[in-house]
Nanobody, 124 residues
Framework: QVQLVESGGGLVQAGGSLRLSCAASGRTFSTYAMGWFRQAPGKEREFVAGIRWSGGSTYYADSVKGRFTISRDNAKNTMYLQMNSLKPEDTAVYYC?????????????????WGQGTQVSVSS
């Protein structure tokens, strides 16, 4: 069993930055592919960014490319999402997710474990 706990959300003005963290329990974190998803009120959960188990390959939704950076520190069992140049449309609950396959996917149903989510609100 893997537990994921997100932190770092909050309220920020447009153009500002936030850094989300996802702390994972378990000794096999380094073998999992990881992803960030978000869900705004009344909208479906959408892919934001993903990273393979080795951290060597990263993937981004077009809407965040060039503004967000995903990374992981396997020694600390932690994944990060650095969010810069935030926009009001980035407002959502952000979730981290783990896939035991180790392979990247942008589909939420390919992930096996989820955190409880952290709220990110961007004011205009």
């Amino acid at each position: 069993q893997v537990q994921l706990v997100e932190s770092g959300g909050g309220l920020v003005q447009a153009g500002g930055s936030l850094r989300l963290s996802c702390a994972a329990s378990g000794r096999t974190f380094s073998t999992y592919a990881m992803g960030w998803f978000r869900q705004a009120p009344g909208k479906e959960r959408e892919f934001v960014a993903g990273i393979r188990w080795s951290g060597g390959s990263t993937y981004y939704a077009d809407s965040v490319k060039g503004r967000f950076t995903i990374s992981r520190d396997n020694a600390k069992n932690t994944m990060y999402l650095q969010m810069n140049s935030l926009k009001p449309e980035d407002t959502a609950v952000y979730y981290c997710a783990a896939s035991v396959s180790g392979s990247f996917s942008a589909h939420w149903d390919r992930y096996d474990y989820w955190g409880q989510g952290t709220q990110v609100s961007v004011s205009s």
